[in-house]
């Protein structure tokens, strides 16, 4: 069954410090690989995605994440934490053959100042 | 429009009662699909639509849910005979012509609350 896992629902860290979010994907095909930030009472925004190509993805805002087929990973990362980063962000992936996103549970993410 | 538009924001219904939630993709996007996002339960695929082809209705969750696209544009999510754990956000997202290569664009989302 094709899935999308993150762990941790909240994810606490300083201003300032690495932000890392983590993401595993089970598809029996490659995947396309997608992270959405949902900021209070909005919709979700695209962070970044991976297709083909290159492994290593930059986003918006400082985010990028890389695609590692041996973990079947796509975890973020962002170097310095931002007090405006405090959101929900949403690990999804699409797969071959099928037009729906298939999302985590998502990770609350609070900036401490 | 320059965005999905979904309304209204926020709806309070009684149990039982039936409710129409709104979705306005972005102008020439042919595909829409609806979610229904629990708490900590992530956001759940409802149903796709993709241009004039059939929906793919495979994630509603029970024969009380709907769905519609007029014309193939504005979609309409019916809720009939509500429940409280119907309670949640439904959020519309639209994209260019579907499949793997297109963003799909969210709506705002409308906060639904079964009491």
């Known amino acids: 069954a094709q899935s999308v896992t993150q762990l941790g629902s909240h994810v606490s860290v300083s201003e300032g410090a690495l932000v890392l979010l983590r993401c595993n994907y089970s598809?029996?095909?490659?995947?396309?690989l997608f992270w959405y930030v949902q900021y209070p009472n909005q919709g979700l925004q695209l962070l970044l995605k991976?297709?083909?190509?290159?492994?290593l993805v930059k986003g918006i805002n400082g985010f990028e994440a890389e695609f590692k087929k041996s973990e079947t990973s796509f975890h973020l990362t962002k170097p310095s934490a931002h007090m405006s980063d405090a959101a929900e962000y949403f690990c999804?992936?699409?797969?071959?053959?099928?037009?729906?996103?298939?999302f985590g549970k998502g990770n609350q993410v609070v900036v401490i100042p | 429009g320059a965005g999905v538009s979904q309304s209204p924001s926020n709806k309070v219904t009684e149990k039982g009662k039936d409710v129409e939630l709104r979705c306005d993709p972005i102008s020439g996007h042919t595909a829409l699909y609806w979610y229904r996002q629990s708490l900590g339960q992530g956001l759940e695929f409802l149903i796709y639509f993709q241009g004039n082809s059939a929906p793919d209705k495979s994630g509603l969750p029970s024969d009380r849910f709907s769905a519609e696209r007029t014309g193939g544009s504005v979609s309409t999510l019916t809720i009939q005979r509500t429940q409280q754990e119907d309670s949640a956000v439904y959020l519309c997202?639209?994209?260019?012509?579907?499949?793997?290569?297109?963003?799909?664009?969210f709506g705002q989302g409308t906060r639904l609350t079964v009491v």
């Open positions: 999804a992936m699409l797969t071959y053959g099928n037009n729906r996103l298939a």
């Open positions: 991976y297709t083909t190509g290159a492994t």
């Open positions: 598809s029996s095909v490659p995947p396309y």
């Open positions: 997202a639209s994209s260019l012509a579907g499949g793997r290569n297109t963003e799909a664009f």
